[in-house]
């Protein structure tokens, strides 16, 4: 593989995770609990790790100024237009990864 400028990488990763979150706000229909089965990963996950970093680099932010980045509205708005009711088999397969240390 070629060897790029490592201010370069940093700002094609910030780019792919842009479209990444903006992918995940238009993608409504796709619930958290589907991420998590399917990926390991969901949009809270998400913005726990922009929380992280925000923190690591001496810029705190709450929990919820953390998803707001990430769903583009407050996280209790998202739900409430959003957020469906999980089926028992998405609940039992989450808690079946959450069981296997996954």
């Not at 990488?9 to 609990?33: G, P």
């Not at 953390?66 to 237009?81: C, F, H, L, S, T």
Request: charged share 30%; aromatic share 8%.
């Amino acid at each position: 593989m070629r060897r790029i400028d490592p201010q370069i990488v940093t700002e094609l990763e910030a780019v792919a995770f842009h479209r990444l979150v903006q992918h995940l706000r238009e993608r409504t229909d796709v619930q958290n609990i589907d991420l998590m089965n399917l990926a390991g990963f969901c949009r809270n996950c998400l913005s726990n790790w922009y929380q992280d970093a925000a923190a690591e680099r001496g810029n705190a932010l709450t929990k919820d100024e953390a998803r707001e980045v990430i769903y583009g509205m407050p996280y209790k708005d998202w739900r409430a237009r959003y957020q469906t009711d999980a089926s028992p088999q998405a609940k039992a397969a989450l808690e079946k990864a959450k069981s296997s240390g996954h």
